[in-house]
C-alpha cells in the first residue's frame, strides 16, 4: 500500500496545530504563532517515530515526554485534554477522509481525491479562524477577584508574567498584603531593566473564587497593581 508521506506530516502537522489552538481555548491560554510552531514541530516529530514499530501507543508515550518537558508540573491538565482532542479530531479526519487510516495515532494517507483537497482547505481555513478570533484575543476580563489575609483587591492577568520559582508560578502582590517572611530574592527583568524582588510562600489565597495553597508571591513595593498573576496558574483557566 502507497503512503504519501509528506501529506501525512502536513495533514497531521495541522491536526497538532488546531489541538494546541483548542487546549489554550479551553485553558484561556493567548499563544503566540512563534510558540504555537514551536509546539508543533516538538510534537510532529513524532511521525519519525512510525518507523520504530515497538507497541501500540508508543508515540502517546513520546507525546507525554515531551508535554512534561514543555509543561513540567501541569502536565497533568495539558496532557490528558491534549491527548483527547488530538484523537478526536483524528478519528473525524479519518471518518471524513475515505483514502485513510489511523496507525499508531497517526492518520495516514493511502490516496489523494478532490474530496481530500476540500476537506484539508477547510481545515486550514479553520485553523486561520481560530487563531485569529480565538487564540490570539483574550477571551475573559484581566481582572479576578483575589483575597489575601482577608484582604480583598483585584488582580490583573499578566499574560507576559512568565516568572517561575522551582517550576511553580509567582504572582505579585503589594507588600501591604504580606505577613509572611522572606525566603528569597528573585531577579525579574521589568522595562529595559532587571529587578531583585523579596519572594515569600502564601500557605492560601484565594483567586477568582478558587483556594490555592503553598503559592510564591512576589513582594512589589511600588505598582500601579495591587497584584499581578500569573496566567499558569490553575493550569491557565484563570
Known amino acids: 500500500m502507497e503512503v504519501y508521506i509528506e501529506w501525512t ?15 489554550c481555548f479551553l485553558l484561556n491560554q493567548i499563544i503566540s504563532i512563534k510558540k504555537l510552531m514551536f509546539y508543533m514541530l516538538a510534537y510532529n516529530i513524532s511521525i519519525i517515530l512510525l518507523y520504530v514499530d515497538m507497541f501500540i501507543g508508543f508515540i502517546l508515550i513520546y507525546d507525554l515526554v515531551i508535554s512534561v518537558l514543555l509543561f513540567r508540573k501541569l ?9 483527547f482532542i488530538y484523537v478526536s479530531i483524528t478519528s473525524f479526519m479519518q471518518l471524513m477522509i475515505k483514502d485513510s487510516f489511523i496507525f499508531q495515532g497517526v492518520l495516514l494517507l493511502s490516496g489523494l481525491s478532490l474530496s481530500t483537497y476540500l476537506f484539508m482547505s477547510i481545515v486550514v481555513v479553520l485553523f486561520i479562524y481560530f487563531y485569529l478570533y480565538y487564540c490570539k484575543n483574550k477571551i475573559h476580563g484581566n481582572y479576578v477577584e483575589v483575597s489575601l489575609h482577608d484582604k480583598h483587591c483585584l488582580g490583573f492577568i499578566d499574560n507576559g508574567n512568565h516568572v ?26 521589568v522595562v529595559n531593566d532587571k529587578q531583585m524582588i523579596h ?3 502564601v500557605k492560601d489565597i484565594s483567586i477568582n473564587h478558587y483556594v490555592l495553597h503553598d503559592i510564591y508571591v512576589g513582594v512589589l513595593h511600588d505598582c500601579e497593581y495591587d497584584c499581578i498573576l500569573n496566567n499558569q496558574l490553575l493550569g491557565g483557566l484563570l
Open 9 to 23: 506530516y502536513m495533514i497531521n502537522a495541522f491536526i497538532i496545530l488546531w489541538t494546541i489552538e483548542i487546549l
Open 75 to 83: 502536565t497533568y491538565i495539558y496532557y490528558p485534554l491534549y491527548v
Open 164 to 189: 517561575t520559582y522551582k517550576g511553580s508560578p509567582v504572582i505579585f502582590m503589594n507588600k501591604a498584603y504580606i505577613h509572611e517572611e522572606y525566603i528569597d530574592d528573585i531577579e525579574i527583568e
Open 199 to 201: 519572594l515569600v510562600m
